[in-house]
Each structure stands twice: as structure tokens, then as C-alpha cells.
T-cell receptor, first 103, second 114 residues
Framework: GIQVEQSPPDLILQEGANSTLRCNFS?????LQWFHQNPWGQLINLFY???GTKQNGRLSATTVATERYSLLYISSSQTTDSGVYFC?????FGTGTRLKVLA | GAGVSQSPSNKVTEKGKDVELRCDPI?????LYWYRQSLGQGLEFLIY????????KSGLPSDRFSAERTGGSVSTLTIQRTQQEDSAVYLC????????????FGQGTRLTVV
């Protein structure tokens, strides 16, 4: 099956900093989502992005399907951004990036 | 319904007992997925259903695990003879169809085997 790698595994930011999270995957896909799992365990849909670039407020994502990777950008981070970020190409989840934003 | 609904939200069971977990997908969604998340870990794919097609059971960890989906809507995940390592949050998701569509998750069922 498809292999999914996310980096970095852990990230600590000072509030206001920017960051880039990466997702590499082994197979071609026509489906990729980014999720945020908050400290209460709820999975929140961030982007459905099989290809191209999307933006939603301080977050944006880019998927380059031909090169089998996707990036999630977080700008001007806030403490509420803390949690785990997962990418899921073809509904298969990576191990996530655990983000902590310090006030 | 408005979202994916899972029940119960919490379940404590004794080792060796059978448990059933329920998932109500979003109305009109033909694809349904089950995942398991152990503490501090990622989501482990278990099984998915797409319409009337045979389900993809490739992620089920053992023959103690089974799932069915009646009438193309509600799904039940059954774990027989539960073991302590089955303790986890079981998450269900649904999407309009399998493939190039967005999936939405329920709140999960936290299973504790004592």
C-alpha cells in the first residue's frame, strides 16, 4: 500500500512564527487531505487538495502530485494551532507532525 | 444527519468480551471508513466500504475484528474476545464516494479493555 512520511515529527514555535510541514507519499494519488487533530482529539478538515494550491486564512497548502509531496504552511502561528497535523493521501494517514505553539 | 455520528462515545469492557461500535455516516455518503488510533499514535486504517462493492478489509488486524454496513448506511465494527491491546479510539469517516472526495470524521469511540 501507499507509504506516507511526514516531517518534522515534532515542532515547537514561538507565537507569531511561520512554519512549513511536509508530506511525502509513495504512490500517485487523486485524493489528499490535511487534518488538524486538536488536543481534545477531534479531527478537523483543513484542506482537500489532490493538486495545486489552496489558502484559508493563515493556512495554505500545496500539492505537487507529479512529485508526490504536499506542503502545509502555517503563518503567524497562534497557540490554538497546537495539536497534530496529519496528511492523508488516499485516506491513508501519515504519522503526523506534533506542533506546539508557545505564547 | 449533519455529521458523522459514532456511539457509544466511551466504552469500558472486560478482557474477553465482545463489543460493537456504531457509525452513522453523513446522509448520502456512499463511502465509509474505520480507523483506530492508539494513544499518541497516528490513524491506522482498518476497513472501508464503498456502496455495494466488496469492502476493503486489508487493514483489519486480526480475525477478531469484523465490520458490516447494512443498507449502505449505518456500519457496525465488532471486536470479539477483546484484548487489552485493542484499547484505542476507533474513528469513523464518510465521504460522498471513494476516491476524489473529501472525508469527514466522527468524534470517535474510546474503547478501554480492562
Amino acid at each position: 500500500g501507499i507509504q506516507v512520511e511526514q516531517s518534522p515529527p515534532d515542532l515547537i514555535l514561538q507565537e507569531g512564527a511561520n512554519s512549513t510541514l511536509r508530506c511525502n507519499f509513495s504512490d500517485s494519488v487523486n485524493n489528499l487531505q490535511w487534518f488538524h487533530q486538536n488536543p481534545w482529539g477531534q479531527l478537523i478538515n483543513l484542506f482537500y487538495i489532490p493538486s495545486g494550491t489552496k489558502q484559508n486564512g493563515r493556512l495554505s497548502a500545496t500539492t505537487v502530485a507529479t512529485e508526490r509531496y504536499s506542503l502545509l504552511y502555517i503563518s503567524s502561528s497562534q497557540t490554538t494551532d497546537s495539536g497534530v497535523y496529519f496528511c492523508a493521501p488516499k485516506y491513508i494517514f501519515g504519522t503526523g507532525t506534533r506542533l506546539k505553539v508557545l505564547a | 444527519g449533519a455529521g458523522v455520528s459514532q456511539s457509544p462515545s466511551n466504552k469500558v469492557t472486560e478482557k474477553g468480551k465482545d463489543v460493537e461500535l456504531r457509525c452513522d455516516p453523513i446522509s448520502g455518503h456512499t463511502a465509509l471508513y474505520w480507523y483506530r488510533q492508539s494513544l499518541g499514535q497516528g490513524l491506522e486504517f482498518l476497513i472501508y466500504f464503498q456502496g455495494n462493492s466488496a469492502p476493503d478489509k486489508s487493514g483489519l488486524p486480526s480475525d477478531r475484528f469484523s465490520a458490516e454496513r447494512t443498507g449502505g448506511s449505518v456500519s457496525t465494527l465488532t471486536i470479539q474476545r477483546t484484548q487489552q491491546e485493542d484499547s484505542a479510539v476507533y474513528l469513523c469517516a464518510s465521504s460522498v464516494s471513494q476516491g476524489s472526495t473529501e472525508a469527514f470524521f466522527g468524534q470517535g469511540t474510546r474503547l478501554t479493555v480492562v
